[in-house]
């Protein structure tokens, strides 16, 4: 079975602090992508990874960086927390090529007070 | 998420009937689309997928229409149950490139 993992489901962090989104996959992917998901806004890429130490941008990076040091490890990371990130947070995977469903993880409910 | 259905066309239907989710999407180009289920609280679901060389493809209980001509796509649930209650969207793909996502409708499935 498919297995797509995040380090929390909700998180609760103050301004400024520095924050660490955790995903794992098992199914040796190739491509995984980070997104939040917000009321009316749907789903928006923030960066996604081809591949082990490559990273692009999504549609949405200011404010996130990202880490692909392992394939099968992909980590979201907010430099310094503000009340506009307080959102869903979804990662995904994928293997590489065309025409391949994307999994997802749980997601991490985020708030940043 | 837990809201993600704030602010998103809603469908109500009851218990057993069909139910038909539409979906218009933006790129001619695309080539790939899947629909996903989300319940409250968790991730998307993958539910199914099709490719832009057919025009419709068939699950359990579910079955996708493709409409390339006007850019168009549907899920249809057959013999609809509660636990179908959920937010269903769609995703396109354009070869290489990310999904992209539309924004949703929200399933509501009464007793």
């Known amino acids: 079975d498919v297995k797509v993992t995040q380090s929390s489901r909700y998180l609760v962090k103050r301004t400024g602090e520095k924050v660490f989104l955790e995903c794992v996959q098992d199914?040796?992917?190739?491509?995984m992508f980070w997104y939040r998901q917000d009321p009316g806004l749907g789903l928006r890429l923030i960066y996604f990874?081809?591949?082990?130490?490559?990273?692009e941008k999504g549609d949405i990076p200011e404010g996130y960086s990202v880490s692909r040091e392992k394939k099968e490890r992909f980590s979201l990371i907010l430099e310094s927390a503000s009340t506009n990130q307080t959102s869903m947070y979804l990662c995904?995977?994928?293997?590489?090529?065309?025409?391949?469903?994307?999994?997802f993880g749980p997601g991490t409910r985020l708030t940043v007070l | 998420g837990e809201n993600v259905g704030l602010h998103l066309p809603t469908l109500s239907v009851q218990e057993g009937d069909n139910s038909i989710i539409n979906c218009a999407y933006s790129?001619?180009?695309?080539?790939?689309f899947i629909w996903y289920k989300q319940e409250s609280g968790k991730g998307p679901q993958f539910i199914i997928d099709?490719?832009?060389?057919?025009d419709k493809r068939q699950g359990q209980r579910v079955t996708v229409l493709l409409n390339k001509t006007v850019k168009h796509l549907s899920l249809q649930i057959a013999a609809t149950q509660p636990g179908d209650s959920a937010v269903y969207f769609c995703?396109?793909?354009?070869?290489?490139?990310?999904?992209?996502f539309g924004k949703g409708t929200m399933l509501l499935v009464s007793p």
């Open positions: 995904a995977s994928r293997t590489g090529g065309t025409y391949n469903e994307q999994f």
């Open positions: 199914m040796d992917h190739e491509n």
């Open positions: 990874s081809y591949d082990v130490k490559m990273k």
């Open positions: 790129n001619s180009a695309s080539d790939y």
């Open positions: 099709i490719r832009s060389n057919m």
């Open positions: 995703a396109e793909n354009e070869g290489y490139s990310t999904l992209t």
